[in-house]
């Protein structure tokens, strides 16, 4: 059975850094495509990145580039997301994903809980 759980959200102050990190468990972790996604208050969930099998690829959601780096350690089962420059409407629920056919798919099969990043002025 395939589980992702998430870890390392939590309140920052704007302008702050997070690293988000999802263990997996039960899956051949580096077959899969990963993704992170968010959802905040009110608002239908989003894509935040994304990393191919290997971690030569990736795909970031436009408004993110820049701020946002995706990768993961195929060795540790582990995906991470490193958050710089945070802004208050980065608030929300991050989601890890496993299972995307390519690092532009947005159809996984594969979701963690979820961690809260809370982000205050």
């Known amino acids: ?7 390392g959200g939590g309140l920052v102050q704007a302008g702050g850094s997070l690293k988000l990190s999802c263990a997996a468990s039960g899956v051949t972790f580096g077959i899969y ?3 992170w996604f968010r959802q905040a208050p009110g608002k239908e969930r989003e894509f935040v990145a994304a990393v191919s099998r290997t971690g030569d690829l990736t795909n970031y959601a436009d408004s993110l580039k820049g701020r946002f780096t995706i990768s993961r350690d195929n060795a540790k089962n582990t995906l991470y ?3 710089n ?3 208050p409407e980065d608030t929300a629920v991050y989601y890890c994903a496993a299972g995307g056919g390519t690092v532009y798919s947005r159809v ?5 809980q ?3 990043v809370t982000v205050s002025l």
């Open 85 to 87: 420059s945070l802004k």
């Open 81 to 83: 997301l490193q958050m």
């Open 1 to 7: 059975q395939v589980q992702l759980v998430e870890s």
């Open 108 to 112: 996984y099969n594969y979701w963690g």
């Open 33 to 35: 495509v990963l993704a």
């Open 114 to 116: 979820g961690t809260q």
